[in-house]
DNA sequence: ATGGACATGTCCAT
DNA sequence: ATGGACATGTCCAT
């Protein structure tokens, strides 16, 4: 153990010998990376680690050098004890980008403004968000993973912490996490006060679940104006697409805000920006009144607009769950009913209360193929 | 033991006999009143408590006649398994008064309006009230009691709740406790979710230590606008003298609110009050639209400016209802139901018994909002 | 759902 | 400290 971390210690070149690495060092390497957050165990400090390792962090490296080298993917691995990076990483060979696509049903949960690359959304409301890649390694097991910063750069290194109110409602695995991921088999992971990539608290979601057309489904649990919370500063979304060995082969970053009007913010912040950079701010320890504010993700603005909007076409699948399979029906035409309900337990009781309308109805005409609608229906109140 | 309550049980008449009242057993029976929230041991409701000893209530009471009669106080407990009473209490030999005087210096933290009764505040800033009272009894042991309450008739029943942002800050006695008070010996009494006077959470304080000129050093660590706490509920300060037995020989009422804007709150708050009754509250399980929302103060609001500074006459104490309802709004996730059905006329059925549901919501919980779902569903089952 | 009014905390210049 | 502007949640009528 001690011995193959010598080894990599040794590394001080770019003659790198890739026949060193395999897998089971890299995965070794990783967890001892990750279970203690200082490396005390290692008596090395991670700044020491990355100066040995630098070389293999460039950006420009992302791709995998196995096909033609034929050895395990090239390591990549400082990332985890750095800051969260928010520049895009799109234009390798897996194309990584996730999307939003605007759904025709309460479309007013979220909105996004193109000019911003931003997304309004409302606590405690969906928001799917569409992988795109090119599956580049079929041998790659992937994830997705979904963390949220602060976009400014000053406040970058601060954890997001959920605000007490907003906690006080769950317990388990994603207590502390205002970003929830509802797609099964999602790994909550980090830790409130993390600083560094790998402890940020973040939603981990293996793609081996997913289905090819599949969004991620996403929720907020806080509102960006928490005050014991993100307290109005400005936040992004940082997807990252990675491998089973925390490699990253793909980045895809947004600005977001919780809020309760989308639109209203939306528009208030497009109008905003459209004339001057103002002030009145509360991000960052910036100097008192000139600062700039500029985020991150905003040093390659020029592009941004294209960025964004144009990230297109691709058919937007939807797939409504719960559809039906369509019954021959008799000579009555079948028809939909589509409502919308405040709430989950209203939804439920105006499930049983249509439930008992068609039993109702089968029971004094004696048509048991109403039985059938009785059946779809408890599938859903069994929900 | 059984045998003093007995005795206790056995009164059905005014014509007392006081001389069977000792302090010992009214102290007893105090504490077990208290200590045993529903009475079980006694195996007696509160209700048939107050019935029997309710001659003994009267709010015409509470003066002592043990100078005359040479017996012990009169004892006057009921209040302590009732909800608090809002009205001042006088004009009796006490002369009970709690007074704010406006200090030069920081003059900013708090205003008082006499037209509201009503004092508006800093969080986190020493509001001093000044004891007035005639020592009527040299040897009574007083405390005077400082107690929040929501002003509606609706909400008085509702426990005031630190929000867990503020709740964070402070551990130890007074952590729940919105309502800090700094003299020496303050005692935090009553549980987060008390509903009747001896059970809230409230903050007494012997005077014994306190000098003749000494206000009480107050402090709310906790806004009227906090959401998860008292959410913008209005509000009110009850304090009470009371003797060792907890006989109340005074009360003083006042509202208040905390607030980030005292002058600028107040003077809206007079302008609007000024005009007309309005409505926008979210106080009360009230009804939909019409109700005039009253606190209990305001029963008297026509002579109200005259009340603060005299003191009125008489009023009902709100029973206390089984249950609440809650309003609490907070940002439900709207759900869409989409179901299929046989026919057309099925459909129209179903809808009619969807729309009961949301009516029968409606009408219970008060909550208007829900009206848009009924709108809604009309224009389907208009089709 | 939606837009307007409002309530109320925060920032900022003085 | 103070008043004005602003940010942002909530209520309400449609
Ligand atoms: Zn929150
Ligand atoms: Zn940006
Ligand atoms: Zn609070
Ligand atoms: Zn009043």
Redesign the pocket.
């Known amino acids: 153990m001690v011995e193959s971390q010598d080894s990599l210690y040794s590394l001080s070149s770019p003659d790198l010998d890739l026949d060193r690495f395999d897998t089971g060092e890299l995965n070794l390497l990783s967890s001892q990376l990750s279970q203690n957050g200082e490396l005390k165990s290692l008596e090395i400090d991670s700044q020491t680690l990355v100066n040995n390792l630098g070389f293999l962090a460039q950006e420009e490296y992302p791709q995998y050098f196995h096909e033609i080298l034929e050895i395990p993917p090239l390591p990549n691995l400082d990332h985890l004890r750095q800051l969260p990076n928010l520049e895009d990483m799109s234009e390798n060979n897996w194309k990584f980008d996730m999307q939003l696509k605007s759904e025709s049903g ?3 949960s979220w909105l996004y403004s193109g000019s911003l690359n931003k997304v309004f959304v409302k606590i405690n409301t969906p928001l799917n968000v569409y992988p795109a890649f090119v599956r580049y390694d079929v041998n790659a097991e992937l994830f997705i993973r979904a963390m949220i910063v602060y976009s400014s750069q000053n406040d970058l290194p601060e954890p997001v912490k959920k605000c007490p109110n907003h906690k006080e409602k769950y317990t388990g695995c994603f207590a502390d996490h205002i970003l929830r991921c509802d797609n099964t088999e999602s790994v909550y992971r980090g830790n409130e006060n993390g600083k560094v990539f790998e402890e940020k608290l973040a939603v981990l979601v293996p793609m081996k679940n997913i289905a090819s057309n599949e969004p991620l489904k996403l929720t907020f649990t806080c ?3 928490c ?1 014991g919370g993100m307290n ?1 500063k400005s936040t992004s979304l940082i997807f990252t697409l990675e491998d089973q060995y925390q490699n990253i082969l793909g980045r895809k970053c947004m600005h977001f805000k919780v ?3 989308p ?3 939306k528009e ?1 912040d497009e109008q ?1 920006t459209k004339t001057l950079p ?5 991000e960052g320890s910036n100097a ?2 000139t600062s700039k504010k500029q985020h991150l993700m905003q040093k390659q603005d020029s592009t941004e607009t294209l960025m964004m909007d144009q990230s297109p076409v691709e058919s937007p699948i939807a797939t409504i769950p719960g559809t039906f399979m369509n019954i021959k029906q008799e000579q009555d035409a079948q028809v939909e009913l589509k409502i ?1 309900l405040p709430n989950d337990a209203l939804k439920k009781k105006a499930l049983d209360a249509v439930y008992n309308v068609i039993a109702g109805e089968m029971s004094r005409s004696g048509n048991s193929a109403l039985n059938y609608y009785l059946t779809e229906l408890q599938k859903q109140i069994g929900k």
Chains 1, 2 share one sequence.
């Open positions: 309460n479309k007013s509102q960006n104006s005050s109005r809020c309760s009007c639109r209203r913010d208030k905003t103002k002030k009145r701010k509360i008192p009144s919308l």
